[in-house]
């Protein structure tokens, strides 16, 4: 008969043998609830595929919203206006009188003649001429975004031109070709005995007018008036498609004639010497490509047929509506509230591209 400790000895090890067969191997396998789960990252989804840029007709709405335009613009409506009041005052003020002694008269005193072009069609054929075009092409294509920035850059660039001009026949005083008459109209001259400067006694109005020869004031506000139409049809007609149509490079030229003529209208009526011919004409050249680039893409580029903002609101319609839901709230806070940088950073991103967030 087994003892005692054998049958505790023989309990105990059918108790283990049965517990390792349970028990499954750790090493060899693992339970689902401990297997790892792997993330996997699936693509971003492709990018939608950009608006196309139609240069034909516009949408409907680009047709009637000019006034929405406008109030867009209302800052820079405002600058012109402030414009207008600087150059009328320096029309105003008195000229520097320059130093005009007795020798140099000899080269002042060509005959004081009328101007060939009055000072009076100036505006007629630099701003309202161009201005007629615009509406020209507006009835014809129906894209007021168009219409607005062209007349809006075409006034910055004449009244621009306008400022600088002026400001820089005030400094500078130079005595006009016919100097002479307008200081002596009755043919005798005077001078002081000691220095020899002229002592003058004409018509007040007539003599500050002849301290203003310099630049021309004619040749300027034509080539910034003229200049501007240069390039707005360049960009319309395609002037540089690389397709060798000499007839657009013509019609592109033809403005710039007009007021190249005028210029020398200038020195034939001895109103200016050649070198305020020259310079004037420059001076507003160079501010008509300003404007017109500030509004207007290059007209040898793919887009230089429509304004930056048109792209800008094919491309973007939400930077628009988000102008003007911030107008319309800021007209609701009061006049004090106007949100002056978001208007701002609204407004550079229709002009420039960007994407407002």
């Known amino acids: 008969m087994a003892s005692t400790t054998d049958l505790f000895l023989f309990s105990s090890a059918t108790q283990n043998e049965t517990f390792s067969s349970a028990d499954p ?14 993330q996997v990252k699936m693509p971003p989804p492709p990018a939608p595929a950009p608006a196309a840029i139609r ?9 009637t919203h000019g006034t929405k335009v406008a109030r867009l613009h209302l800052f820079d409506w405002i600058v012109l206006i ?3 009041v600087i150059d009328a005052g320096l029309n105003l003020i008195e000229p520097f009188h320059r130093f005009v002694g007795e020798d ?7 005959p004081l003649k009328d101007n060939t072009v009055p000072i009076w069609a100036v505006p007629i054929y630099a701003v309202l001429g161009p201005m007629i075009i615009f509406i020209a092409i507006y009835i014809k294509r129906r894209n007021v975004y168009d219409l607005h920035h062209a007349i809006l850059g075409l006034l910055f660039s004449v009244l ?3 400022v600088l001009t002026d400001a820089i026949k005030d400094g500078v005083g130079r005595p006009r070709p016919n100097f002479f008459w307008r200081c002596f109209p009755d043919g005798i001259p005077n001078y002081n005995n000691i220095t020899r400067q002229v002592i003058c006694h ?4 007539v003599i500050k007018e002849g301290h203003k020869s310099f630049p021309s004031g004619h040749t300027s506000w034509s080539f910034a008036g003229l200049g501007f139409l240069s390039w707005y049809l360049a960009g319309k ?25 005028v210029g020398v209208s200038r020195v034939d009526d001895y109103w200016h010497h050649w070198q305020d011919v020259f310079t004037g004409g420059m001076l507003g050249l160079v501010v008509a490509s300003f404007c017109y680039l500030q509004f207007f893409p290059p007209p040898a580029g793919e887009q230089g047929f429509w304004p930056h903002a048109y792209f800008e609101h094919i491309l973007h319609p939400e930077v628009e509506n988000h102008v003007q839901l911030t107008a319309t709230s800021n007209h609701h806070q009061g006049p ?22």
């Open 202 to 205: 004409g018509d007040k109005s």
């Open 25 to 38: 191997p750790t090493s060899h396998s693992t339970t689902p609830q401990n297997t790892p789960v792997r």
């Open 237 to 261: 007609i395609k002037a540089f498609d690389q397709r060798g149509h000499v007839a657009k490079l013509c019609i592109v030229v033809m403005p710039l004639l007009l007021a190249a003529m």
């Open 160 to 162: 621009i031109t306008a």
């Open 104 to 110: 140099m008269m000899t080269s002042l005193r060509y």
């Open 82 to 84: 402030l414009l207008v």
């Open 336 to 357: 004090v509230a106007l949100d002056m940088r978001t208007n701002s950073q609204s407004l550079d991103s229709m002009e420039e591209g960007r994407r407002v967030r």
């Open 55 to 63: 240069l034909g007709a516009p949408h409907p709405y680009l047709k």
